[in-house]
């Protein structure tokens, strides 16, 4: 039992009271034999052999680390949702003169995709080999596949992109996001039969919704974002109730992470209510680990869902001081109870290949504390 919270109780299904976004920072290993795999040195079957090698070392980590259940780090895909989104069948990938959004002092690879037929998923998508890999590097322990939100394929392909046109099958928006959800709906099941129940929606689009610079950039093209927010959490509610009873579906939201930058801030009371009040996901992964991320005041519109607390950042390797977390969990306990809270970093440590700024010791150190506040708060 916690001394710190008497009432406060472990948790033992997806999200846990300590837990990770997904991606951790790329090996060294790995990020050389990638380059020698674009320059023609080894070939496909050889990179393979590294890559699910350095994935069953990555498991071996999270196991020592606390973890309940383990990712493959994201080590099989270039970014955390274009490799994802251009495995559908109709979506083909782009290069494009910039990336869709501006980072702070920093330029990903410009790559987009571009919806080009009918949306849907297939047994020959490349996610399906890499959920295997990590499956087979798990064993018997739980494991945690993260995937692009349905809303960020609509968000890149058609609301970013200033040039987007709808091809004669989507003219009616509504069979789109149909196509959408169906596709969603059989990747799930299929990630399901192979042994998945702990499937994380990563999403960035509520960050550009709670950013009113970008909201009222968007408004000057006639988008409105509140309607958008409705359709997407419609979207996402399809999808959820096409879930198996054993499976847990989650939400990441951040504003941004590409080399230890952000392209948005904003609190999140500007979709609070339609997004915390509504989806019906089984918890909510925010970034709460800086000022751009607003105050607690919007948790009070969550219903039953988990909501896990971002307050230990994955852009910088300086260590935050436990007693600071504890008083901010503290805090949000205000708007949500205790039991309905748990505690990671507010990102991944690395949504695309190049990572953040930061060491792999510092990486771990941090899965380590928050572990050990875990302990602390909730007798984990």
């Known amino acids: 039992m916690s001394q710190l919270f008497p009432n406060a109780k472990p948790r033992n299904v997806a999200p846990y009271r300590n837990d990770v976004v997904g991606s951790f920072l790329r090996t060294d290993t790995l990020m050389n034999a990638k380059a020698k795999l674009n320059a023609g040195e080894i070939g496909q079957d050889d990179y393979d052999a590294i890559l699910k090698d350095e994935i069953g070392k990555l498991v071996t980590k999270q196991k020592e680390n606390g973890l309940h259940a383990v990712s493959d780090g994201e080590f099989s895909r270039m970014w955390w949702h274009l490799d994802f989104m251009a495995g559908l069948d109709g979506v083909q990938w782009v290069e494009t003169e910039n990336f869709s959004v501006q980072f702070k002092d920093a330029k990903p690879k410009s790559h987009s995709v571009k ?36 809303s960020m394929l609509h968000l890149v392909a058609c609301v970013r992109d200033v040039n987007y046109k709808p091809i004669e099958l989507y003219q009616d928006e509504n069979r789109l996001y149909d196509d959408i959800v169906a596709a969603y709906v059989k990747a799930m099941y299929k990630f399901y039969d192979m042994g998945l129940r702990n499937l994380q929606l990563d999403d960035t689009s509520w960050g550009q919704f709670c950013a009113l610079d970008k909201k009222a950039e968007f408004a000057k093209r006639g988008i ?38 952000w392209f948005s801030e904003g609190g999140y009371a500007p979709i609070a209510k339609v997004l915390f009040g509504t989806c019906r996901v089984d918890g909510f992964f925010l970034e709460y680990d800086s000022e751009r991320a607003g105050d607690f005041a919007p948790l009070a519109h969550i219903k039953d869902q988990q909501v896990v607390l971002g307050l230990v950042t994955s852009k910088t390797g300086d ?28 990102c991944g440590f690395a949504s695309t290949e190049e990572g953040n700024i930061l060491t792999e010791e510092a990486q771990w150190a941090k899965v380590k504390m928050i572990r050990q506040i875990a302990d602390e708060v909730w007798g984990e």
């Open 115 to 150: 919806i080009v037929d009918k949306i849907d998923f297939s047994d020959d998508h490349p996610f399906i080999k890499a959920y295997q890999i990590l499956k087979d590097c798990a064993g018997d322990a739980p494991t945690k596949f993260t995937i692009p939100s349905p």
């Open 224 to 261: 409105d974002f509140d309607k958008l927010a409705v359709d997407y959490v419609a979207m996402l509610n399809r999808i959820v109730d096409a879930k198996p009873a054993d499976m847990q579906i989650t939400m990441h939201i951040c504003r941004g992470n590409f080399r230890s930058t």
């Open 319 to 346: 260590l935050e001081n436990k007693d600071d977390i504890i008083a901010r969990i503290r805090e949000a306990t205000q708007y949500v109870d205790i039991n309905q809270l748990c505690l990671s970093p507010q």
